[in-house]
C-alpha cells in the first residue's frame, strides 16, 4: 500500500479563472484521500469552502484531519490547530497524537523528523499517537517515546 502524502495548507488564497474556485484543495475528477492533514483558513471567491469538489461524482475520501468548517468523515476535527507561523504545531494543539495509523502512514514527518508519542497526551481513539499535518510535533526524549511502528494497535 503506497504512503499518503499528509499536508498542512493554511491561509492561501485561491484565484478563479472563470468560475468560483475556492480552498485548500480544488478536486477536479478526482477522488483523493486526505489523511492525518489540516486545511485551515484557506480562502478565495467561493467564501473560504477548504475543499472545493468542482465534480460531484469526484469526492474526496477525508478522515482524521483538521479541516475549518468541518468535514464529514472519521476522526475530522474542526478546531484550531493552534499552527505556529512556520506551520508546526504549537504546545497544546488538537492535532498532537490525533491521527490515523496504519501501512499508509509515513513514520517521519514531512522534514524527515520521527513521529513521536507525547506522553502527556491521549492518543485518539484507535490510533497509536500520530499527528495531524505535515510537521510531527517533536517530544522529548526519556519522558516521550518515539513511534518506530505506525501499525494500528
Same mark, same amino acid.
Given at each position: 500500500?503506497?504512503?499518503?502524502?499528509?499536508?498542512?495548507?493554511?491561509?492561501?488564497?485561491?484565484?478563479?479563472?472563470?468560475?468560483?474556485?475556492?480552498? *485548500?484543495?480544488?478536486?477536479?475528477?478526482?477522488?483523493?484521500?486526505?489523511?492525518?492533514?489540516?486545511?485551515?483558513?484557506?480562502?478565495?471567491?467561493? *467564501? *473560504?469552502?477548504?475543499?472545493?469538489?468542482?465534480?460531484?461524482?469526484?469526492?474526496?475520501? #477525508?478522515?482524521?484531519?483538521?479541516?475549518? +468548517? +468541518?468535514?464529514?468523515?472519521?476522526?475530522?476535527?474542526?478546531?484550531?490547530?493552534?499552527?505556529? @507561523?512556520?506551520?508546526?504545531?504549537?504546545? +497544546?494543539?488538537?492535532?498532537?497524537?490525533?491521527?490515523? =495509523?496504519?501501512?499508509?502512514?509515513? @513514520?517521519?514527518?514531512?522534514? *524527515?523528523?520521527?513521529?513521536?508519542?507525547?506522553?502527556? #497526551?491521549?492518543?485518539?481513539?484507535?490510533?497509536?499517537? #500520530?499527528?495531524?499535518?505535515?510537521?510531527?510535533?517533536?517530544?522529548?526524549?526519556?519522558?516521550?517515546?518515539?513511534?518506530?511502528?505506525?501499525? =494500528?494497535?
Amino acid at each position: 500500500m503506497p504512503k499518503h502524502a499528509t499536508v498542512t495548507f493554511s491561509r492561501n488564497t485561491a484565484g478563479s479563472q472563470g468560475e468560483l474556485i475556492d480552498g *485548500g484543495i480544488l478536486n477536479t475528477e478526482s477522488s483523493p484521500i486526505v489523511l492525518n492533514s489540516i486545511l485551515w483558513h484557506n480562502s478565495g471567491p467561493a *467564501g *473560504g469552502i477548504e475543499i472545493f469538489n468542482d465534480d460531484a461524482s469526484s469526492m474526496p475520501t #477525508v478522515s482524521h484531519s483538521i479541516i475549518a +468548517g +468541518g468535514y464529514a468523515g472519521t476522526g475530522n476535527l474542526n478546531v484550531d490547530p493552534m499552527l505556529n @507561523t512556520d506551520l508546526t504545531l504549537r504546545a +497544546g494543539s488538537p492535532a498532537i497524537d490525533s491521527g490515523a =495509523c496504519g501501512a499508509s502512514v509515513a @513514520t517521519t514527518d514531512i522534514l *524527515g523528523n520521527p513521529r513521536w508519542d507525547i506522553a502527556s #497526551v491521549p492518543n485518539a481513539a484507535g490510533s497509536n499517537a #500520530v499527528d495531524m499535518g505535515a510537521y510531527e510535533y517533536q517530544g522529548t526524549a526519556g519522558t516521550d517515546g518515539i513511534i518506530t511502528n505506525v501499525a =494500528c494497535p
